[in-house]
């Protein structure tokens, strides 16, 4: 096995048994994050960076006290704020955005002597679920069954090809809706989208303010545990970041979860769910009640309109959001004619700037924020977020420990065959992931099986909010149960 | 089924500060009119007494003194604009 086929935990074991160098460890994954271009998933590319970062983790790890993820190559989302690199959120109305500060998520991996290895594709400003919306075209999925070239899911497309194609040892996401679950599970890895809260957004291009986080993408739960330690933390910079104690969540993973209540939300078995999924999730059951837990029947009753109010409160937070994406302070400007004032400036260079699926989300926003809509949309959108809310809390008060769900509702799907379909039936992908952003609660995506064209398949657990620790260690019982150790093969 | 016209079309993309050529104007309407279909399924809920959520986690958002804490670097500030001057953004007239 080659050295960037590592896993974290592996990697870390290595470096301080000093029976490899993190230089070495970088330089094997830059070499095949050269090789990997036909993924499209890094589009800046750091490698002097990297070699630089390596060498001082070779001193930090020859002296001896050297952090888990130190000498650890990573690919970084697009969508995080790094100094002096490119950082434009997939988006042409960032090109040549170079910003002047770290973001703290990024920070906070380099002082445990973390690699970057440069920045990873993605849709434009998050908005997708295909990686089909940015700027640098289409990140491809590693696992490919036919002629055809598959989508990594997205947003986060580019970090979970990344991972999965073993271009880097894991990658940041980040999961307003979905976007780091939802393309783990079509490419084979694990994703967590923290509780919200427990990483800092500071520096992190903004999308919808109150759903975001940042997580996590690895090859396996241990590494998520391990790489989600060094991420999380309380921030001054972000006025919503928790002021509570990290735990550390690579203990937590003891394999022992006898006693625990899984529940299992009847509103998750939508119509039309391909039977493959219902087995999975099934067999998902089974290796949890296997494992000693005890699985009980729940219903979450508002699940349906998770999806409509998601894409109410999304999209008005965005439009407010990229307000400040205006030709005026950074990236894009569009040239104007003789006479153009500043509304002109405006509205030329967003038009220019912004993709069509940027646009109509601004514009839904817009629509929902405006006056005489403001109640009838954007009001009864948070009234319902609360309720959705609420059915967590009764199930977790209810003595649940966590919540088993599919990830997604089919395997990933091919390049462009989603053109001509209607946006909204691209939002349909979110429909396990999305209720979980708006409850702000934890959620990751475990690789359980492959479908029956030999894709993979991921099951979602939910936890209870700052309870990662615990959920942690119901993923490690389901991913050790399911044995995934499917890679897929190298075409590229 | 919720309908937006081409002239509501038009309105949004302006107050969204987005220009949108007459011609895309009825294909924008449709998609618009499609989205906000869908969010009509709101309507069947009962949210009698239930406040809008304003904090998805319950918190009190820190206080700190009011005073200056970052700043002096109008170079570092300036230093991604299209067009900057003196140590101003440079934008159109304004003000006639």
Request: charged share 20%; glycine share 10%.
């Amino acid at each position: 096995m080659t050295l960037n086929a590592l896993t974290i935990a592996e990697a870390r074991d290595a470096l301080r048994k000093r029976e490899v160098t993190a230089t070495d460890l970088t330089m094997s994954c830059l070499t095949a994050m050269d090789a990997g271009d036909p993924l499209n998933a890094f589009v800046h590319k750091t490698p002097d960076i990297a070699l630089d970062q390596a060498r001082a983790a070779d001193a930090r790890l020859a002296a001896g006290d050297a952090p888990a993820m130190c000498g650890i190559p990573l690919g970084i989302k697009d969508l995080f704020c790094t100094k002096g690199v490119p950082s434009q959120a997939a988006s042409n109305i960032l090109r040549g955005f170079r910003p002047e500060y770290e973001s703290t998520v990024t920070q906070n991996l380099f002082d445990a002597g973390a690699v970057m290895l440069g920045k990873l594709n993605m849709d434009e400003f998050a908005m997708g679920s295909s990686n089909e919306t940015s700027c640098y075209g289409n990140a491809v999925n590693p696992w490919k069954v036919d002629d055809r070239h598959l989508t990594p899911g997205g947003s986060s497309g580019g970090s979970a090809a990344a991972v999965a194609g073993d271009l880097c040892l894991a990658a940041t996401g980040t999961d307003t809706g979905g976007s780091i679950r939802q393309p783990a599970a079509f490419t084979g890895i694990v994703g967590i989208k923290p509780t919200y809260g427990r990483v800092s957004r500071w520096g992190i291009v903004a999308f919808a303010s109150s759903l975001d986080q940042a997580g996590p993408m690895t090859k396996s739960v241990r590494d998520a545990a391990i790489m989600l330690g060094a991420m999380a933390g309380h921030d001054p910079k972000d006025s919503t970041s928790a002021d509570l104690p990290v735990p550390d969540f690579e203990a937590a993973l003891t394999g022992d979860i006898r006693g625990q209540k899984i529940g299992i939300p009847r509103e998750y078995r939508m119509d039309g769910m391909p039977a493959e999924i219902e087995a999975l999730w099934a067999r998902g059951t089974e290796m949890l009640r296997d494992a000693g837990a005890e699985v009980v029947d729940i219903s979450l009753p508002h699940t349906k309109y998770a999806l409509p109010a998601y894409y109410v409160i999304a999209p008005a937070e965005a439009s407010s959001n990229l307000a400040r994406y205006d030709g005026v302070r950074y990236g894009h400007r569009a040239a104007l004619a003789q006479g153009d004032g500043i509304v002109d400036l405006y509205e030329k260079t967003r038009a220019e700037g912004f993709g069509p699926e940027v646009q109509r989300r601004v514009m839904v926003g817009t629509y929902v924020l405006s006056a005489g809509f403001y109640d009838a949309y954007y009001n009864r959108a948070r009234r319902v977020r609360a309720l959705i809310k609420r059915d967590f809390d009764q199930v977790f008060a209810a003595g649940i420990d966590a919540i088993l769900t599919p990830a997604t509702p089919s395997s990933a799907f091919g390049l462009g065959e989603m053109a001509n379909a209607d946006p909204v039936e691209m939002y349909l992908n979110d429909v396990f992931t999305v209720t979980v952003n708006l409850a702000g609660l934890p959620g990751i995506s475990v690789p359980v099986g492959l479908d029956a064209k030999g894709l993979p398949l991921g099951l979602q657990l939910i936890g209870r909010p700052w309870d990662e620790a615990g959920l942690l260690n119901h993923a490690y019982v389901l991913e050790r149960a399911a044995g995934f150790v499917a890679k897929p093969q190298k075409w590229w | 089924m919720s309908t937006i016209d081409i002239s509501t079309a038009r309105k949004v993309a302006h107050l969204a500060r987005i220009r949108v050529a007459e011609d895309q104007l009825p294909k924008l309407a449709e998609q618009l009119s499609g989205i906000l279909t869908f969010m009509e399924q709101l309507n069947e809920v009962d949210v009698t007494g239930v406040d809008p959520m304003t904090s998805v986690t319950p918190m009190r958002l820190k206080r700190r003194a009011d005073v200056v804490t970052d700043g002096g670097y109008p170079d570092k500030v300036l230093s991604n604009a299209p067009d900057a001057r003196e140590g101003f953004f440079a934008v159109p007239k304004v003000v006639e």
